[in-house]
């Protein structure tokens, strides 16, 4: 398995994170593994913009010519 590793951490980040690993009940490699993990599946912004664009509005809904025509009814 790849292994990563990260130097130069500063020392209160290093804390932090030994800090919530422990309350946690983790070493602070399976906790940042558990962290990393989680990053890595999460859809970026471009990803989740792109899927937007993809979708369609439900049963062929204009957003914006509804709020227009709410806005005209007041």
Do not use: C, W, Y
């Amino acid at each position: 398995m790849p292994m990563i590793q990260i130097r130069n951490v500063p020392v209160p980040i290093h804390r932090a994170l030994k800090t919530r690993a422990i309350k946690e009940g983790k070493s602070l490699s399976d906790f940042l593994l558990h962290e990393v993990t989680a990053l890595a599946t999460r859809p970026t912004l471009e990803e989740l913009i792109e899927r937007m664009a993809k979708r369609k509005s439900p049963a062929g809904l204009d957003s914006v010519a509804a709020v227009r025509e709410a806005r005209s009814a007041r």
